[in-house]
């Protein structure tokens, strides 16, 4: 990887006006975004508690498994495949609103294979991130190089590992320390508001559509600092 250091004021700035940007759309289309949340995420981790719950009764009471069993699985699967599987739709949500597109509830079901797409590419990813937790910089480096991911899916109808490419290449170079300054401001906002339920679902919110500004806006505008105009073209070559 290689790191681009010129114009660092100029894309901190940059960055900073997404930053802006992002927590301005979140608040102006908050409502349409905190539905597609709860019906992407909230929602299906909220099945997710309540089917394995259920299972861990039954596994418990009426098959002899005190620390869970078959049923306890399954109601754990049911949750992550859901998850997995609206994890494009939230994607295709927050990129609608940074065009400018209406959003419906529909948009959290996207075709078959995108949604298979998105529960592959989770699924990697996270178990990659899950195997260096311990490790805070790599597990964080993996978070930033395969954030795009969704929206490859979405958008160019990548497959899971197609999709995982695209990303790691289109936040290397210059892209990738203003897009490390914009997680890190995130994940700062969302440690501090932790203390309140709905400030780190506010900063979830946020974040999707920053992702979605820095794929539609950093990679494709020619007025970005990053002159990155020919960078999606040169990935299909």
Not at 115 to 131: D, E, K, Q
Request: net charge neutral.
């Amino acid at each position: 990887m290689k790191f681009e250091l010129t114009n660092v004021k100029e894309n901190s700035f940059y960055a900073l006006e997404t930053l802006k940007d992002s927590w301005v759309l979140t608040g102006k289309q908050f409502f349409p975004l905190f539905i597609g949340w709860f019906l992407t995420l909230g929602g299906p981790v909220l099945l997710t508690c309540i089917l394995s719950a259920a299972g861990w009764g039954v596994d418990k009471f009426l098959l002899g498994f005190p620390k869970g069993g078959p049923f306890s699985l399954v109601g754990l699967l049911i949750g992550v495949f859901t998850i997995g599987g609206f994890w494009a739709g939230w994607a295709k949500i927050a990129l609608k609103i940074t065009r400018g597109i209406p959003t419906k509830m529909a948009d959290v079901l996207c075709s078959p294979a995108q949604m298979f797409s998105g529960l592959i590419a989770l699924t990697l990813s996270t178990i990659a991130i899950g195997l260096t937790g311990w490790l805070v910089i790599p597990a964080a480096l993996l978070f930033l190089k395969w954030q795009l991911t969704p929206y490859f899916i979405v958008d160019q109808n990548c497959g899971p590992i197609e999709a995982m490419k695209r990303s790691w290449h289109a936040t290397d170079n210059a892209i990738f320390i203003p897009l490390a300054v914009l997680d890190l401001i995130f994940f700062g906002l969302s440690t501090a508001s932790s203390a309140l339920f709905v400030g780190p679902i506010i900063c979830h919110m946020a974040l999707a559509v920053a992702s979605a500004i820095v794929y539609t806006r950093w990679l494709t505008d020619e007025e970005a600092p990053f002159n990155k105009s020919g960078l999606l073209e040169d990935q299909g070559d």
